[in-house]
């Protein structure tokens, strides 16, 4: 018995320690505004279901747009939706049409609540690259 209760209190020191004390699912309070990225990426989400997306690394050669060199970043309008990047936090997701090809273009911001603040991650993006929310900074 005092084993499970030890256990139990790790567990939620350990909880408290990372900043998951916040378990209710994501609003569009919670992402709504400008998500300013460390790469000079900028992702501007309204609530409303539209976006934009500047210098947002492409996810992947078959997402519609131009292959060429220069057009490894993507800027245009989107719309996006709450959803689940596989084995990662809830988030949003932009889609897109490319326009080479008019494929659907799907690029996935992993949303991390924090006490004070939001943060963010592309999945497809190089390590170490975050999106820091800013919310009502919508223009």
């Not at 709504?32 to 990426?41: C, E, L, T």
């Not at 992947?60 to 057009?71: F, I, L, Q, R, V």
Request: proline fraction near 9%; charged fraction near 20%; hydrophobic fraction near 35%.
């Amino acid at each position: 018995m005092g084993a499970t209760a030890l256990f139990l209190a790790l567990m939620a020191a350990f909880r408290m320690e990372l900043g998951e004390d916040r378990e209710e699912p994501l609003a569009v309070a919670d992402v709504a505004g400008v998500w300013q990225g460390s790469d000079g990426g900028r992702l501007t989400v309204r609530a409303d279901g539209t976006a934009d997306l500047e210098r947002v690394t492409r996810p992947g050669p078959n997402c519609g747009h131009s292959t060429d060199a220069p057009a490894r970043s993507y800027t245009g309008p989107t719309t996006w939706v709450f959803d689940t990047y596989p084995d990662e936090r809830p988030g949003i997701r932009f889609d897109s049409r490319g326009p080479a090809t008019a494929q659907l273009c799907k690029v996935y911001l992993v949303v991390i609540p924090r006490k004070d603040s939001m943060k963010g991650f592309l999945p497809h993006d190089p390590p170490g690259v975050n999106y820091i929310h800013s919310p009502g900074q919508q223009n």
